[in-house]
């Protein structure tokens, strides 16, 4: 009888396939490197389980805002205004308290335009993961300097960028987040770890990820091209996302090297030491790695900082367990009775 050679196809701890988490085609430019920003993402939700109608996906306007597109069909989207993806995610972490949030922002959209609503968001604590898909333009509206652009950075249409740029690392640190982490296109494998670690963090965990644009700003000598990314890079540790502890098993394990930290959501991360002998549980530390990479143009990525979490905003209103989304009209509503307590409450 001829042997039928079945494929296998991956499936996750619910079963679903790495299709059920793919988008629309992309209509980036080939090589951009939001495009792996979309990759990674959805392998990182299929790996944790996570059904896509768990997720919401809200973005503002760019390049990188349109990526939502492009990956996780199933999931909820919202692409709102230039600047205000962290309003829209604030709505929707108040009518779902139990929806994953994924943001979605460029370095035009977080840095420029919409640099409160950054910092507002993390100050509250909102739970989601924020990305921002820096690369160092406007490559939407071709390429003009935006706020993370080099210093002394000369672009086609622009002459030369005489500011100093915003680091949105140190931005997020002084803004009281408590996950802070940065990533480079280039290295796909470490970006899927932070990301995973990320989606099981409570309250907002920031990920800026250097993503060139190729059209637009990727000359070899600007901070946020492929090749200065790939000579720059300078990992802080070895990251690796774990379901359980029980996963956690390394042939070289030598105390000292290794970190273990347990996320909120009971899964673990584990560290390993490389050169840079980084504590992200130090604060401080955390803003010299930052201000010495900032000084001397290298992409420290990883862990930059990571601690307990603060109530989230959810916790401080005091949001009853049960979505308000699923909650029903009916119970929502005051009745006539507690309407009028509430008003006499108020003497009227
Ligand atoms: C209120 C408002 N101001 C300006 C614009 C024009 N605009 C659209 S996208 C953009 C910048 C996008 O840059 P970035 O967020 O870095 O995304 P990228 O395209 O680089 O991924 C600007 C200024 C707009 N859409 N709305
Ligand atoms: S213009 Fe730049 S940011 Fe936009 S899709 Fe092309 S490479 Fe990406
Ligand atoms: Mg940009």
Redesign the pocket.
């Known amino acids: 009888m001829p042997s039928t050679i079945e494929k296998k196809v991956e499936r996750n701890l619910i079963g679903l396939t790495p299709s059920d988490y793919s988008g629309k085609k992309s209509t980036l430019c080939p090589g951009c490197g ?1 495009n792996a920003i979309s990759n990674v993402i959805q392998a990182a939700v299929f790996e944790l389980g996570l059904a896509p109608e768990q997720v919401v996906k809200i973005s503002g ?5 349109k990526s939502p597109n492009y990956f996780l069909n199933r999931s909820f989207g919202f692409n709102g ?2 600047g205000r993806m962290p309003t829209l995610v604030t709505g929707a972490c108040f009518a779902d308290s139990k929806i994953e949030i994924l943001g979605i ?5 977080s840095a420029s ?1 919409g640099l409160s609503h950054f910092k507002h968001i993390i100050r509250r604590n909102v739970p989601m993961l924020y990305i921002i ?1 820096n ?1 160092g ?5 071709k390429g003009q300097f ?1 706020a993370t652009s080099d210093q002394g950075l000369v672009l086609k249409h622009q002459g030369e960028n005489i500011l100093p740029p915003l680091d949105l690392c140190m931005e997020a640190l002084i803004s009281g987040a408590a996950f802070v982490a940065r990533a480079f296109s280039g290295d796909v494998k470490q970006m899927k770890e932070i990301f995973k670690a990320a989606i099981s963090q409570e309250g907002t965990a920031v990920v800026d990820v250097i993503s060139p ?1 190729v059209t637009f700003n990727n000359r070899a000598e600007a901070m946020q091209s492929y090749t200065w990314g790939r000579a720059h890079q300078t990992p802080l540790q070895e990251i690796t996302h774990f379901g359980s502890k029980e996963d956690i098993v390394t042939d070289d394990f030598e105390p000292g090297s290794f970190k273990e930290v347990e996320l909120q959501d009971g899964t673990y991360l584990l560290l390993r030491k490389l050169d840079m002998d980084h504590d992200p549980s130090d604060k401080a530390a955390a803003l010299d790695i930052l201000t010495e990479s900032y000084k001397k143009k290298y992409f420290a990525t990883g862990l930059i900082y990571f601690s307990e979490v603060p109530p989230t905003i959810q916790e401080r209103y005091d949001l009853p367990d049960e979505p308000l989304n699923r909650i029903g009209i009916e119970r929502l509503r005051p009745t006539p009775a507690m309407l009028d307590k509430i008003n006499h409450n108020f003497g009227i």
Do not use: A, F
């Open positions: 939001h306007i760019g390049c990188s805002s205004l230039h922002s460029g370095d035009g959209d335009i898909e690369n333009v406007y490559g939407l509206t935006s644009c």
